[in-house]
């Protein structure tokens, strides 16, 4: 899936809102959960609460967006009962929509962890930059025996890498940190003149030294790009791409 988005004129790289949106998570809060009071202030402003009749919520994502419903328990328990490939369609006019996730007050051991793509390997989204793509991508990460989810973005103009700049990386395990990345992805384009830039040639400079101390002052050392696509973000986007293909 790959949601349609609207953005102004004025700013294309803004997402204004998404048309469509999956269905990530439902949940159901009865006013029996010992921690109802806990969940429902983090969950509704004070003015949409429903004393004594619990919320059906249902978490919704697209790309870079979230949003999350919240109804009545019948709806959610009448729309887990007939949607149970998971293809459904939710009428949100029946109840009220918040602009993200619940995160606090709670709701972090609720809300259960999501990658965009199965697995959490895969493209996520892409921007158009200057002709070519700055790619929103997931990919796992080795770490103490465990493969940790993270979210990226590259830029296929000046083959940034989140090795050297780590806020262009971060754990992924949800869409408030896909949208983190995207956010960051769009300042890297709007503030292109300062930020699109190839790597700093001290770093370059580093790996002609490790290159020549290994292999000989005649050893020729590959373009940034060449590096990246053998070993750097480039190879990961490839290597999630295909992952994503087989599942
Ligand atoms: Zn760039």
């Known amino acids: 899936m790959n949601t349609r988005r609207t953005a102004p004129d004025t700013d294309p790289v803004r997402t204004a809102r998404a048309d469509q949106f999956r269905i990530s ?48 328990i019948r709806q959610i328990e009448d729309f887990r009962a007939a949607n149970s490939d ?16 619940p995160q606090t007050g709670g709701w972090d051991e609720v809300v259960p962890p999501t990658t965009w793509n199965p697995g959490g390997e895969g493209v996520v989204t892409e921007f158009d ?8 991508y997931e990919f796992l990460r080795e770490r103490g025996g465990e493969q940790a989810p993270i979210v990226a973005f590259h830029c296929l103009h000046c083959h940034n890498d989140h090795a050297f700049f780590h806020d262009h990386a ?46 000989g002052p005649g050893a020729v ?17 490839r290597h999630a791409k295909a992952r994503a293909a087989t599942r």
């Not at 790309?63 to 919240?70: G, K, S």
């Open 25 to 72: 998570a439902t949940v159901i809060l009865a006013p029996g959960d010992p921690r109802f009071a806990e969940l429902e202030k983090a969950l509704v402003l004070p003015e949409h609460r429903r004393p004594g009749q619990g919320y059906g919520i249902a978490l919704l994502e697209s790309e870079t967006d979230a949003v999350t419903y919240v109804g009545s």
């Open 86 to 101: 998971g293809n459904g369609v939710l009428d949100v006019s029946h109840g009220l929509c918040y602009g993200s996730w």
């Open 129 to 136: 930059h200057r002709g070519i793509a700055v790619v929103v």
């Open 170 to 215: 971060t754990e992924n395990s949800g869409p408030g940190d896909r949208r983190w990345i995207a956010d960051k992805a769009r300042v890297h384009i709007r503030q292109a003149a300062h930020e699109c830039r190839p790597l700093d040639p001290r770093h370059l400079e580093a790996v002609v030294q490790v290159a020549r101390e290994k292999f």
């Open 221 to 237: 050392v590959p373009a940034p790009e060449a590096q990246c696509a053998a070993d750097g973000p480039c190879a990961e986007i």
